[in-house]
């Protein structure tokens, strides 16, 4: 078994993992003669990025110690305490980046992104509330405001002279926005929007900087003018005085303590006939004139609704970010540990195993690293279309859905596999994992409501689909059943993304009869992309053609839309996965280092097969595998997971994260510590003779 305990890796002053020597070459790795080598400092640099230089920056503001969560402070010291921080990044200005240049940013949408998803290392109440304030409360008043609103309302925002809340979620409506009940009905006579909650179900729930520090919002309700309900938009609503007190016809309510993030005040609010001026309305997208009468550049009401709510897509597109970083961050606690914790002496008479030698330990966290490397270059691509979308340079109707739907498809992986991969990571760890001061469990607790705020992931799969499901029949409007069976889509092989990714290669995977004939096909790109990708298409497409008959029944459409919806989520998260490996692939194919890119090579065979093996059943039951091939998916997993295993602990480095940063005992060296001490106290005891006997004496030869 190899043995990693000894191994260790110089990190410079911003924590990123610099090569050994003279800082030349890659960093040689405990392993046989001959083996690949990874450069940790050219992969860490890969890892960051399109916006490198922005997260490096980042990780220096984030390894400061008064930006760090205090273990074990109440509720309201923790409130207090993030509050404090969001000054501090005000006054750093690390937070404008998206704002525009005349008022202090630099209109820098993905730098913006990447730098506040480092937040998480610090706190993730304090990215949260920070997401709240600049993110979606700033966002807001910037992208659905006109320069009137930028004007009034940005500079206080900015400064955090004007915390403020994002008030979209009711307690009645909280994916689906377009039913919400609050209302702004314009009265002509006053010049004024009258805002209401009629019933209980229509209050304000959740909002972060609600239940204490925020003193205006963006409020977003159903806009009723001259009679018609012309859907929603948003509202700048303000909220309390300058003692802090609700304005008249306002009420609230502290959310209280939750399963986490309790560095966040969220609360409730309604509302009883308040009025606000005309000109509260952030009107980029619908006005009303002093008569009433409403007007719009966008007709359709529909097309609006959506185009107002993908203004704010940037909230999904950090929470991807976030949840990998959070997921990078256990697997470097665990691996870490796992290199040097010792436990049973399988292979000695004397000296106990390091636990990541074990196979059931490799099996547990190097497929989630493969994942979590998976996520971290499918994010980057991802960051990379938000900044075009936002700064204008791709900018259509089709880039904003084809943005959506990346942000639909991704979020829900990454916050599932962030809760997934701490929980493995925690129990990995032993009772070590279980306390706090390994931060295992309080990422694990924070990164809980990833799952559903900014969009319950089982939702948001489901929006994936209807996309996906829209597509084919586009081009399937007129087709037969003939050429339906015939369904092919071209492939654009030096393309991770293009539109929604709905595409096929011919399926010509067959049996060749011997198990490592087998596994040789399986380590072919092309193989994997064609499993991965006909799997995606061929749900896609049996559900379309159930679904048809929906077209001539309207009034039983819903009832048959219902019966396939778990089938329309299972084939959107296997689309995104899709989109994860195309992404893998494509990074390794433009890793310059040959060791970095033969081990990056076994470990997107990890994620790649991974997927394989998770969905062995469907290839099986729908004659994409032979059973022979089957088993050797499984088998060539266990091989490159052998492969991996002196690489592990390069793999995590790379991440880039300093102990300024992790915060966790078990990942600092002291672990390392102990088991030298032990190892030393045990040999010198032997070498004594003073060492007792063993009850049960080995048997003589």
Not at 65 to 73: A, K, S
Not at 75 to 89: C, F, G, N, S, Y
Not at 107 to 114: E, P, R, W
Not at 631 to 647: C, G, K, N
Request: proline share 3%; glycine share 10%; hydrophobic share 40%.
């Amino acid at each position: 078994m190899v043995d990693t305990a000894q191994r260790s890796t110089a990190l410079n002053e911003t924590g990123t993992p610099v090569s050994s020597a003279a800082d030349t070459g890659p960093v040689t790795v405990a392993g046989h003669p001959g083996a690949p080598t990874v450069n940790i400092a050219a992969l860490n640099r890969q890892l960051l990025g399109t916006w490198a230089d922005v997260r490096v920056l980042a990780r220096e503001l984030t390894a400061r110690p008064d930006l760090h969560r205090i273990e074990g402070q109440s509720m309201t010291e923790h409130r207090d305490r993030v509050l404090a921080q969001l000054k501090i990044l005000a006054d750093n200005g690390h937070v404008h980046r998206a704002f525009p240049k005349d008022l202090g940013g630099s209109d820098d949408h993905g730098g913006n992104i990447a730098g506040f998803e480092e937040l998480v290392t610090a706190d993730p109440s304090l990215q949260i509330k920070a997401g709240v304030q600049w993110g979606l409360f700033g966002a807001a008043v910037l992208h659905l405001g006109t320069k009137k609103h930028h004007d009034a309302y940005l500079p206080g925002i900015m400064t955090l002279d004007t915390p403020g809340v994002f008030a979209m979620t009711e307690t009645g409506h909280g994916s689906d926005v377009a039913s919400i009940g609050t209302t702004a009905t314009y009265d002509p006579e006053t010049r004024e929007f009258v805002i209401q909650t009629p019933f209980r179900a229509a209050w304000k729930d959740y909002l972060g900087n609600a239940a204490r520090d925020g003193v205006a919002a963006v409020l977003f309700a159903q806009l009723i003018t001259q009679g018609v309900n012309h859907g929603v938009h948003a509202f700048w609503l303000p909220l309390r005085d300058e003692t802090g007190a609700f304005l008249p016809g306002i009420g609230g309510e502290d959310d209280g303590l939750k399963g986490g993030l309790n560095g966040i005040d969220n609360g409730r609010l309604h509302f009883d006939q308040v009025r606000i001026p005309r000109e509260n309305l952030l009107n980029r997208y619908g006005d009303v004139a002093v008569d009433g009468k409403y007007s719009s550049a966008i007709a359709s009401p529909g097309r609006r609704f959506f185009t107002m709510l993908g203004t704010l897509v940037q909230g999904r597109v950090s929470l991807d970010g976030a949840a990998t970083q959070a997921s990078a961050m256990a697997l470097t606690i665990a691996i870490t540990y796992g290199s040097q914790r010792r436990q049973f002496t399988a292979g000695s008479d004397t000296d106990e195993e390091v636990i990541l030698d074990y196979q059931r330990h490799q099996r547990r966290l190097l497929p989630r690293l493969a994942t979590t490397y998976a996520q971290t270059f499918a994010h980057d691509q991802f960051l990379v279309k938000f900044d075009q979308v936002f700064s204008g340079k791709a900018d259509t109707d089709d880039d904003r859905q084809d943005l959506e739907t990346l942000a639909a498809a991704l979020k829900p992986l990454s916050t599932w596999h962030a809760l997934d991969t701490l929980q493995e990571a925690r129990e990995a760890c032993g009772g070590a994992g279980f306390l706090a001061e390994n931060r295992l469990v309080g990422l694990r607790a924070d990164l809980d409501v990833y799952a559903t705020f900014e969009g319950d992931n089982n939702v948001l799969l489901q929006l994936v689909a209807k996309r996906l499901l829209t597509d084919y029949s586009r081009k399937f409007a007129h087709a037969g059943t003939g050429v339906l069976a015939r369904y092919v889509v071209a492939q654009a092989a030096d393309r991770a993304y293009h539109g929604t990714g709905l595409r096929t290669l011919a399926q010509t995977v067959a049996d060749f009869g011997s198990t490592a004939r087998s596994v040789g096909a399986l380590r072919e790109p092309n193989v994997q992309r064609e499993l991965l990708t006909d799997r995606v298409e061929t749900m896609i497409g049996e559900i379309a053609g159930k679904l048809r008959p929906a077209a001539k029944l309207p009034a039983t459409a819903a009832a048959l839309f219902n019966s396939y919806q778990d089938a329309l989520i299972e084939a959107a998260r296997s689309h995104g996965e899709l989109l994860q490996w195309e992404a893998f692939t494509q990074a390794v194919e433009t890793t310059d280092d040959e060791g970095t890119r033969q081990v990056l090579t076994w470990l997107r065979d990890l994620f790649g097969l991974g997927l394989i093996e998770k969905h062995l059943a469907w290839y099986l039951i729908n004659g994409r595998l032979s059973a022979q091939r089957a088993q050797s998916v499984t088998a060539y997993i266990d091989r490159i997971i052998a492969r991996l295993r002196p690489h592990a602990v390069d793999l995590v480095d790379a991440f880039g994260y300093s102990q300024d940063h992790l915060r966790s005992s078990i990942a600092s060296g002291a672990e390392k510590d102990r088991q030298d001490e032990a190892r030393d106290y045990y040999r010198t005891l032997r070498a004594s003779g003073q060492a007792p006997a063993p009850e049960k004496a080995p048997k003589k030869k």
